[in-house]
């Protein structure tokens, strides 16, 4: 049996779940940016790798992905001003979920991109590639997986706390 008291605190945590850890903003900068930036130098290793190796397909790939990283960086940082203008916004996180749209499932499209930028960080950890970063790409990398899983720490322990 709950108590008075148990229900508003409730409705409070839920509101702050919804109005904080789900807000556009806080996916973008947490989960969407992050994995732009997993992209953006997964795609500069295949082109740096294709040349060295002289293969114009791997080098031709890295461009595409970087192409993509860029998109979704910008899909990403539109969604924030939108967000904080108070607007809805017209696009997805990214361009996977934004064609996603045409069949009315932006969401299993970002699920997706979720498993694809998951791949892309396996791919890159196991291959070893990891290592060809510069010494500035590593930190952006480190950076990019500290504020993700950083973020989804936090959230998993403030709700595990309202429990």
């Given at each position: 049996?709950?108590?008075?008291?148990?229900?508003?605190?409730?409705?409070q945590?839920?509101e702050?779940?919804?109005?904080?850890?789900?807000?556009?903003?806080?996916?973008?900068?947490?989960?969407?940016?992050?994995?732009?930036?997993?992209?953006?130098?997964?795609?500069?290793?295949?082109?740096?790798?294709?040349?060295?190796?002289g293969?114009?397909?791997?080098?031709?790939?890295?461009?595409?992905?970087?192409?993509?990283?860029?998109?979704?960086?910008?899909?990403?940082l539109?969604?924030?001003?939108?967000?904080?203008?108070?607007?809805?916004?017209?696009?997805?996180?990214?361009?996977?979920?934004?064609?996603?749209?045409?069949?009315?499932?932006?969401?299993?499209?970002?699920?997706?991109?979720t498993?694809?930028?998951?791949?892309?960080?396996?791919?890159?950890?196991?291959s070893?590639?990891?290592?060809r970063?510069?010494?500035?790409?590593?930190?952006?990398?480190?950076?990019?997986?500290?504020?993700?899983?950083?973020s989804?720490?936090?959230?998993?322990?403030?709700?595990?706390?309202?429990?």
């Amino acid at each position: 049996m709950k108590m008075k008291g148990q229900t508003i605190q409730s409705v409070q945590t839920q509101e702050i779940e919804e109005s904080f850890f789900q807000t556009p903003t806080f996916q973008a900068l947490t989960i969407g940016v992050p994995f732009c930036v997993f992209k953006l130098l997964f795609g500069l290793l295949c082109v740096r790798i294709g040349g060295e190796q002289g293969s114009h397909l791997l080098e031709f790939f890295g461009w595409l992905v970087i192409v993509w990283a860029f998109a979704d960086l910008l899909m990403n940082l539109a969604r924030v001003v939108f967000h904080l203008a108070g607007r809805a916004s017209p696009i997805e996180y990214c361009t996977v979920a934004q064609a996603g749209q045409l069949i009315r499932r932006p969401g299993l499209f970002l699920a997706v991109d979720t498993f694809i930028s998951f791949s892309i960080i396996c791919l890159v950890l196991w291959s070893g590639w990891i290592a060809r970063l510069s010494r500035e790409e590593s930190y952006i990398w480190y950076a990019a997986t500290t504020l993700n899983l950083i973020s989804i720490s936090i959230v998993n322990i403030w709700l595990e706390l309202r429990r």
